[in-house]
């Protein structure tokens, strides 16, 4: 079983940035995506963005150019990071981070980023 464990988000003004972190249980298997879903009250799950083992990233439409995702290298191979900038209250949501191995998804626990205008 992995686990996720994220970190990061917070309450920021508009405009504003913040980090989220999220490190996989694992460091023996290489997870072969990971990325970052969110979820506003209301609304459906959403892709943000993804990046696989190889570095191949994905994002949403709505928030290319101003969000930036990252994975780490070696023994950090399983940790995913993501930059947001410029950040809009419509990007208020809770962030989920995620991985895929094996054809299974894992999640965080989900993380809380409010912007506020």
């Known amino acids: 079983q992995v686990q996720l464990v994220e970190s990061g988000g917070g309450l920021v003004q508009a405009g504003g940035s913040l980090r989220l972190s999220c490190a996989a249980s694992t460091r023996i298997f290489t997870m072969e995506t990971m990325g970052w879903y969110r979820q506003a009250p209301g609304k459906q799950r959403e892709l943000v963005a993804s990046?696989?083992?190889?570095?191949?990233?994905?994002?949403a439409v709505s928030v290319k150019d101003r969000i930036t995702i990252s994975r780490g290298r070696g023994v950090a191979k399983n940790t995913v990071s993501l930059q947001m900038d410029l950040l809009k209250p419509e990007d208020t949501a809770v962030y989920y981070c995620?991985?895929?191995?094996?054809?299974?998804?894992?999640w965080g626990q989900g993380t809380q980023v409010t912007v506020s205008s």
């Open positions: 995620n991985a895929v191995w094996q054809n299974t998804n894992y």
């Open positions: 990046i696989t083992n190889d570095g191949s990233t994905n994002y």
